[in-house]
């Protein structure tokens, strides 16, 4: 039998009450599905005593959350400062970066300076071009996904809510956000203006279609609006813009704050001109995974294969969007015929549930046999210690303030 391993795990998630659901899930994976081995989670905006500093770890897990703080010039200066010892312990280090466009050359040296171990991309088509200096390391590079699907999702949706009982025809959720992804992320925050523009007057769906942050769906009520629509809007997640240093990001939130009435062409003049669509940076993302698996049909962003990474195609998983809605006359024609409606949401979750490497358990997997693997020797250790440890950490972010996760109270337990 394999011994019990010590796995640090970093992250950025903050207060609970504020986390998204499938991103909270993501960074969380590993003790659900491995629960036999000691885990010690560390969010970067809480203080690190020097007595968890001196505990050993077999592996370091580096998530999404953690590594956008290399976005903010002052907050990637106190990480570093205060997750310094990170970089000189004994342990196989995996990273998760997420929208890898932005400030790359940072991440880079970042990964590098820690001596990362392992990198799992979610745009491993793109490396040359994100990653030209990883080469002359020894990090081994991976393919991920920005979401897994779980157990506990197939179980829910095993029989979704049948679609003539959803009061929702069409929905959808995103956030007014400065467009730092270029046009792609700016027509992923229209897209729910500019499909209600295009629909006739007399049209009689019932929409639940907002951008504004009071209208926002909090964490656990998120899957029962999804399965409650009968079709969601669905936009591209990632980029159509490559931002290497950092500059670009840089200028747009400058620029936006002189000028508040600012519009896209505009900005793209002052900020990245020539720069926008040289790269399409996309990839599946956990809203395609769980209007799928809920049978919610997509009226989504048309793109190749590689947009949804590889799995899902328009009319046979999702129905396209092209261009400015400019084929709105098909799409409510589509959406009318029950027959071929149900078919593509059936071919769309299929298509999601034949996907191995979509699965939680086989992610965590994955993972547990990189580490083990890794772990060459045994190293003399006491369990109880290392919980004592973790659980003195806990009591003191208690006083702080801190509240365990409702999601994941298990994690909270000694």
Known sequence: MHKRLNILTLHGLGNPSRRLKAVEELEFMLPLYEPEHN?????LDYPVPDYVKELEFDAIIINPTFLCARLFDGVYAKTIEKFSFVKHLEAVKIAFPQDDYYSTRRLEYWLNDW??????TVLPDHIDTLYPNLKQSNIHIRAAYTGYVSNKWIEQ?????????RKIDVSYRTLKAIPCAGKLSYDKYRLGDRFVSKLPNNHTLKLDISS????RIPGHEWHQFIENSKFCLVGKS???LFDPEGVYRSNIVN???DNPNWKFNELENNCFKFR???FNFTAISPRNLEAALSKTVQIASIGSSSCYSGLLNSYEHYIPIIGNFNNIDEILEIIEDAGLVEKIAVSCKEAILDCPQLRVENHCLTLMNIIKESTQTARVRNDDYF???????????TKLGFKPSKSFPQLYKF
Do not use: T
């Open 276 to 278: 926008d669509g040289l």
């Open 255 to 257: 620029f936006v704050k």
């Open 157 to 165: 949706w095993e029989i979704p809510k049948a679609r003539c009982h």
């Open 212 to 215: 504004e942050y009071n209208k």
């Open 39 to 43: 885990y010690l989670y560390l969010d």
């Open 115 to 120: 001596d990362v171990d392992y990198l799992f």
């Open 238 to 240: 990632g980029s159509s």
């Open 387 to 397: 919980r004592k440890v973790r659980s003195l950490y806990w009591q003191e972010l």
